[in-house]
């Protein structure tokens, strides 16, 4: 290499740095917890403390902050029993059927709490640089009233004292599940809420998903010497308790083992305890240790297990690869909860299952690594980009380290299309863009969460190339990885990337419920006529094969995209002429394709990666 051609490099390489650079203006708050709690395993009660370092960096004083109290959502009379009492299809796992199976009358669970089964956090203390100050406790939101302000680029602490009762397992937190694991314990706490340029985010706990600051957690439990414990972070004192080491000494006082963890960089923590339960682990080959905590109910399931955690280190590397390096050195998957849910560095599952039911759940959970908990996108606001991106990482893993088909799919995602038809042309969509808590139908959130946002991203490849959709994510990784990204920043990546604008693609798929339609209409001597059906445009990819058995590929981008994909590298493609066309008005309805040969056939988007509603019309045969 020339110095020309070395001075070239270094201009391109800092003008890539600047054009991938976070937003202006961006900025975050932190929190390090310090908690200690001791843990009544017979009453499934616990006293709690915690000291709270809060940063503010928002440029502006706050005169009040604010905490979520979760346990407070399983008490009679809740904002969350007042849903399941009025929602048309309610989570099947938090009703009861107190009718008939011709007519059932679904009981929500919480509604028939006695007081010794409800979940509470009962704060008994708040102080605040050292001195009792002011609160109020509101369903599940704890208001704390400051004698004075916390100013900007200022760190100042809290403490809090409470006393808790876990609930019945009825949504993701709780005792006594129904594969019968004694503790369950996600949101937990007293967590501190999210402030951010959006202000603080006071959303009342009805079963959905959350939002919270990254920082460091410092965890002691106090528990029963004959439990074991799955946690969040990384156990500090692993020969001092039970599960961990061979032969381990268990340091016991008044009968209770100390757990203590450590973990940094996180915005949840999650544990679950039991004493049945039994570890494993595994070291990936990129060096995250994942450890299995499970209950060994038959040989089966054990085997079920032990198998998921090959799999699991597997994963870890796989996606570490193609979505951007995992940056904690620990990740748990623990058998508790009602079905699977992320946290820092662990997650809560349901553990009876089949092997294919155990590797995606698992699968999914840990691609939440990335999507939510790399970076802390809202799930109250985004929720299609937290488990859109997830189920569509799941997907392309899945298909890689599970399945190993001998012919790869064109589109790994196929199945999130076809529940997104369904969910289209249900009458029931709502656009995607709705606060997560406040669709009509779970129906249809699960569907515009899981489905509809994984095809947004597979989707997008279509639109700017295959190529340029895996460098956008690593692109995206760089940049935001351990901070709180919106959908717009990953907008921004992908069309820097790509060099194509995607404004219109993103605000239609996004905040409205237009679909499209495109169909070949006419196959004439001189040309193919496609027409658009619907309000929703896209770039068209068109495969013709003539009679003389040569093959063309025709695209055709959108005069919005302000530019073109490359020519990508699917097998079905090679050998293929590729023909760049005039750019289609979204104005337009009706586009004349040239062709100088007799067609034998024709498709629209032979990669299957348009989400066409009808494709039947969509290709030709002579």
């Known amino acids: 290499m020339n110095l020309k051609q070395s001075f070239g490099l270094l201009l391109l390489v800092l003008s890539t740095l600047t054009s991938f650079a976070q937003r202006k203006g961006y900025w975050d708050q932190k929190v390090d917890y310090t908690m200690e709690i001791d843990v009544n395993e017979q009453t499934f009660q ?259 297990w032990k198998t998921a955690l090959g799999l699991a280190t597997e994963f870890f590397d796989f996606v570490g690869e193609r979505f951007g390096a995992y940056p904690w050195n620990t990740y748990t998957v623990v058998q508790g909860g009602d079905g699977g849910m992320e946290y820092g560095t662990a997650t809560l599952i349901t553990g009876g299952r089949n092997l294919k039911g155990l590797v995606g759940v698992i699968f999914h959970e840990a691609a939440h690594s990335w999507y939510q908990q790399l970076f802390g996108i809202n799930e109250t ?112 990546v992908a069309e820097e990337t790509s060099g194509i604008n995607l404004k219109w693609y993103f605000n239609l798929f996004i905040n409205t419920t237009r679909t499209i339609d495109y169909a070949i209409s006419k196959v004439s001597e001189d040309s193919i006529e496609l027409v658009n059906k619907s309000n929703f445009a896209m770039p068209i990819d068109l495969l013709v094969e003539y009679e003389d058995g040569t093959k063309e590929l025709f695209y055709i981008p959108l005069r919005e995209m302000r530019g073109e994909k490359p020519a990508e590298d699917y097998a079905i493609y090679q050998g293929v002429t590729r023909t760049v066309l005039t750019d289609w008005f979204w104005t337009k309805p009706k586009y004349s394709v040239p062709v100088k040969k007799r067609v034998k056939q024709a498709w629209i988007d032979p990669t299957q990666r348009l989400a066409d509603i009808n494709q039947e019309d969509n290709s030709y045969s002579k």
């Open 46 to 304: 616990y006293d709690g403390k915690m000291k709270l370092k809060y940063s503010n960096n928002s440029g502006q004083q706050l005169h009040k902050v604010y905490f979520h109290l979760y346990f407070n959502a399983f008490q009679p009379g809740s904002f969350m029993d007042e849903r399941l009492k009025n929602i048309a299809d309610p989570d099947v796992r938090m009703v009861t059927n107190i009718g008939t199976k011709e007519k059932p009358v679904r009981q929500s669970r919480i509604s028939v709490l006695t007081p010794d089964q409800i979940g509470y956090q009962k704060i008994e203390s708040v102080k605040y640089r050292g001195s009792e100050v002011a609160f109020k406790e509101d369903g599940t939101i704890l208001e704390v009233t400051l004698p004075s302000a916390i100013n900007d680029g200022e760190t100042v602490e809290f403490d809090l004292t409470w006393k808790a009762q876990v609930p019945e397992q009825i949504r993701r937190s709780g005792r006594n599940s129904k594969e019968g694991v004694a503790f369950s314990m996600t949101q937990w706490y007293p967590k501190m809420a999210q402030f951010d340029e959006f202000g603080w985010h006071l959303d009342e706990y009805v079963g959905r998903e959350f939002i919270a600051p990254f920082g460091n957690f410092d965890v002691t439990i106090h528990i029963n010497k004959d439990y074991v414990i799955g946690s969040s972070g990384k156990l500090q004192n692993p020969s001092e308790v039970k599960g961990y080491v061979k032969n381990a000494k268990i340091k016991t006082k008044n009968n209770k083992a100390t757990w203590h963890y450590k973990a940094e960089n996180i915005h949840d923590f999650a544990w679950a305890a039991d004493p049945k339960f039994v570890v494993d682990s595994a070291k990936s080959k990129g060096g995250v240790t994942v450890y299995t905590v499970f209950l060994p109910t038959d040989k089966e399931v054990t085997d079920n």
């Open 381 to 492: 606001v985004d929720e299609w980009m937290d488990e859109g991106f997830t189920s569509y990482i799941e997907e392309v893993a899945n298909t890689e380290l599970f399945e190993k088909p001998t012919a790869r799919a064109l589109n790994p995602i196929g199945s999130a299309y076809t529940s997104y038809f369904r969910l289209a042309k249900s009458g029931l969509e709502e656009p995607m863009s709705l606060l997560a808590d406040y669709y009509n139908t779970n129906f249809a959130y699960s569907i515009q969460a899981y489905s509809k946002g994984g095809v947004l991203a597979e989707q997008l490849g279509y639109i700017i190339g295959k190529q340029n959709l895996n460098k956008t994510f690593l692109n995206f990784y760089d940049i935001w990885k351990l901070k709180h990204p919106t959908p717009n920043d990953f907008k921004r």
